[in-house]
């Protein structure tokens, strides 16, 4: 099992930038995948970028891809997503969830597919 803790939420500008931050613990982190999801209030959880284990592959939804990028440091057991030109339709509680063993060529988006979530941040972007 991997426990996760996000961290790096917060209030922005429209146009300004956050870098999120998921600290992992458990032996399982360098063999995960990773993912960033989030939900709005009142809209279902979805699926913002994933990162493969060798943090060679990545993954985007159409509405964050040129903004925002996912990395991963398996030293530090950290998964990061770096936010940049936000805006308020990108407000939402983020989460960083872990896709244990996968294999490199996977681009798996489905929350069912994810095995590990850590409790979110909130991230608010005013206009």
């Known amino acids: 099992q991997v426990q996760l803790v996000e961290s790096g939420g917060g209030l922005v500008q429209a146009g300004g930038s956050l870098r999120l931050s998921c600290a992992a613990s458990g032996r399982t982190f360098s063999s995960s995948a990773m993912g960033w999801f989030r939900q709005a209030p009142g809209k279902e959880r979805e699926f913002v970028a994933r990162?493969?284990?060798?943090?060679?592959?990545?993954y985007y939804a159409d509405s964050v891809k040129g903004r925002f990028t996912i990395s991963r440091d398996n030293v530090k057991n950290t998964v990061y997503l770096q936010m940049d030109s936000l805006k308020p339709e990108d407000t939402a509680v983020y989460y960083c969830?872990?896709?244990?063993?996968?294999?490199?060529?996977?681009?798996?988006?489905?929350?069912?597919?994810?095995?590990?979530w850590g409790q979110g941040t909130q991230v608010t972007v005013s206009s």
């Open positions: 969830a872990a896709d244990r063993f996968a294999a490199i060529s996977s681009a798996r988006t489905r929350i069912t597919e994810y095995d590990d």
């Open positions: 990162i493969s284990r060798n943090g060679v592959r990545t």
